[in-house]
């Protein structure tokens, strides 16, 4: 099947500090990917859907500035966590839709595990 | 957007039969059911899908009733290693499709 990674797989930062998660379709092309963060024995809460070539659209609630997505090409999607603080510690996920396949073509990167000090 | 329901949690051996139901009653026409899987620390897995009746893989079958409004995802003789969180999602898997997760299933299989 389709493959998605994210890298990288974890990441510890300072507070303060900018962190950038890059997601990849390895063997397909996605127009459109999403952006998930997962809290501790929580489900997965949607942030922001990315559509390659044009603005995020971010979920109630997230902030756009905080949160900056970039999906400049079509196997490709970036989150930027600026100015990371402690309660943005989260494990990360993004999954990617190929357009080409039927229905079940939703795949899930492995996340990325952000730690802020 | 159809809402899901499903137990919070569900308990099995090792060997026996799980099944894991899922309520979607304001489910739409053009709405797939999706089984996914999800270990500690990892993204989530799909696992089956299905529109109506039943579907079977590899892994699981999904069987879906007439109307709809529900789904029941059946593991066959659990291992260890089945043991995970288990997410239904309902949507029309075509471009507009935001998926969305419910609390999912957590379902621990005992020795």
């Known amino acids: 099947g389709a493959v998605v990674s994210q890298h990288p797989s974890w990441v510890i930062c300072k507070s303060g500090t900018s962190v950038k998660i890059e997601c990849r379709s390895l063997?397909?092309?996605?127009?459109?990917m999403f952006w998930y963060r997962q809290f501790p024995k929580q489900s997965l809460m949607l942030m922001a859907t990315?559509?390659?070539?044009?603005?995020?659209?971010?979920e109630q609630g997230v902030e756009k500035d905080k949160f900056l997505i970039n999906h400049a090409s079509l196997t490709l999607s970036t989150l930027t966590v600026t100015s990371a603080h402690p309660e943005d510690s989260s494990f990360y996920i993004c999954?990617?839709?190929?357009?080409?396949?039927?229905?079940?073509?939703?795949?899930f990167g492995p996340g990325t595990r952000l730690t802020v000090l | 957007l159809a809402k899901t329901t499903q137990p919070i949690s569900m308990d099995s051996y090792e060997g026996q039969e799980v099944n894991i139901t899922c309520s979607h009653n304001n489910i739409a026409t053009n709405d797939y059911i999706t089984w996914y899987q999800q270990f500690p620390s990892q993204g989530p897995r799909f696992i089956i899908q299905g529109y109506k009746t039943k579907v079977t893989n590899e892994v699981a079958s999904l069987f879906i009733p007439a109307d709809r409004k529900s789904s029941t995802l059946s593991l066959p003789r659990v291992s260890l290693s089945d043991t995970a969180v288990y997410y239904c999602?309902?949507?029309?898997?075509?471009?507009?499709?935001?998926?969305?997760f419910g609390r999912g299933t957590s379902l621990i299989v005992h020795p």
């Open positions: 999954s990617a839709r190929d357009l080409a396949g039927g229905p079940d073509t939703q795949y």
């Open positions: 990315s559509n390659e070539g044009s603005k995020a659209t971010y």
């Open positions: 999602l309902v949507g029309d898997m075509g471009g507009s499709y935001i998926p969305t």
């Open positions: 063997d397909f092309q996605a127009t459109t």
